[in-house]
């Protein structure tokens, strides 16, 4: 697939770019395409370029010394990853995987420092991504420090209901909310160093007692606002 200027016009970062500059970018950029599992980005190479996703779901991860895998973020259709070697040029600290079968676009971090000093907008995007991700990155890993299980998952379901915000939804009610392509269990027991048994039984738990229900596998319906926040802050128990 060729990269055309109105591809890259798809990514909020950098529709705001001019015409000719979208040009220009398209004719270094590549596409390519990843099937589940496979190797976006690996930990500890001298990547050359940022990640745009274009279609998929893609998760940094990292290995503890024994050897488990941990979740640290997602990575979304319309964002990128891999921009932390634009700002000091080291190797890429975590791997990149495809959740799904993915189409990403490179782009080379040679190019975009040019097009960031023409262009500094698009620089600050490409910081307050980072600043963002080293957010949710440290959040998450308060989340290891939680003892109770259960509480643990209702924290991680409070944050994805947040997004990149440091907290959960700023005005809960007890009305539905959606958390919207939410990740599997699995996934979820990646993030939080737990078995997908245990997760699968806190969310047994939380649909009996109706806060939260499936919505086909796209779609997680959160019927109980109110309550899933108390079981997050610890005030209440499952």
Known sequence: MLV???????????KPLPAQTLSQLAQQAAVKRFARRGIVLSAGEQEDAICFLFEGRLQGVDFTIDGREVGLYFVEPGDFCGELGMFDGGPQPEHVIALTAAMVVFIPLSVLREV????????????????SRVRQMTRQRSLLGLPNISQRVCCQLWFLLAGDTDSGPKEPNSG?????????????AIMLSLSRESVSRVFQVL???????RDGPGKLIILDATCLQRLAEGKEEL
């Open 4 to 14: 055309t200027p109105e591809l890259l016009s798809a990514f909020p970062s950098l």
């Open 116 to 131: 960031t000093l023409e262009h500094p907008a698009l620089l600050q995007a490409l910081g307050k991504r980072l600043a």
């Open 176 to 188: 539905e909310v959606a958390i919207v392509n939410p990740p599997t269990h699995m996934e979820i």
């Open 207 to 213: 649909q009996t007692r109706q806060i939260v229900k």
